[in-house]
C-alpha cells in the first residue's frame, strides 16, 4: 500500500505543478502585454511633451511679435535692405534669426528674395531698424540667457 500513497502523491504533484505552470504562462503573458502597453504610453507621453514644449514656445514667439506693430505707412520689403541691416547690425543670420523668432532659413530666403516675411515677421524687422549695434547684441544676450536655462533644466529632468 505505500507503493499506492507514493504514487497517488507523485501524480498529484505532477497533475499540480502542470496546473501551475498554466496559470503562470497565463500571468507572464498578461506581464509581458502590459510591459508593452506601458513602453507605449512613455513613448506617446514623451511626444506629446515634445510637442507641448514647441507649442509653448511657438506661442511665446507669437506673443512676443505680435507686441510690435506696423507703422500707419505703407511699409516695403526689400531683400538688399534686410542683408544691409544685418551687416550693420554686426549679427550672422543665425544671430538675426534668434532676435526675430524665426528659422536661420528663413532670413536666408528672405535675403535671396525666395520669400517675403509675414506681417508679424516684418513689424520684428521694422522694430530692428531702430536699433544699434550695443542694444542688438544686448537683446541676443538676454534671449540667449533663458534657452540655456530651459536646456539645463531638460538635462536635469531626463537623469
Given amino acids: 500500500m505505500a507503493n499506492i500513497g507514493a504514487l497517488l502523491k507523485a501524480e498529484i504533484t505532477r497533475l ?24 507605449a504610453l512613455k513613448r ?25 506693430t506696423l507703422p500707419n505707412r505703407p511699409v516695403r520689403f526689400v531683400a538688399k535692405g534686410l542683408k544691409s541691416l544685418r551687416k550693420r547690425l554686426g549679427l550672422s543670420a543665425a544671430q538675426m534669426a534668434k532676435l526675430l523668432g524665426v528659422s536661420e532659413q528663413s532670413v536666408y530666403n528672405w535675403e535671396t528674395k525666395k520669400a517675403t516675411p509675414r506681417k508679424g515677421q516684418l513689424a520684428a524687422i ?23 536655462a530651459r536646456n539645463r533644466a531638460k538635462r536635469a529632468k531626463r537623469k
Fill in 44 to 68: 506617446q507621453v514623451a511626444a506629446l511633451e515634445s510637442k507641448a514644449s514647441q507649442l509653448a514656445s511657438r506661442a511665446q514667439i507669437a506673443s512676443s511679435s505680435e507686441t510690435v
Fill in 126 to 148: 521694422i522694430a530692428l531698424r531702430d536699433v544699434g549695434k550695443r542694444e542688438a547684441h544686448q537683446r541676443l544676450a538676454e534671449k540667449a540667457a533663458p534657452a540655456s
Fill in 16 to 39: 499540480s505543478r502542470r496546473e501551475i505552470r498554466k496559470e503562470l504562462a497565463i500571468l507572464k503573458r498578461a506581464s509581458v502585454a502590459a510591459r508593452h502597453h506601458l513602453a
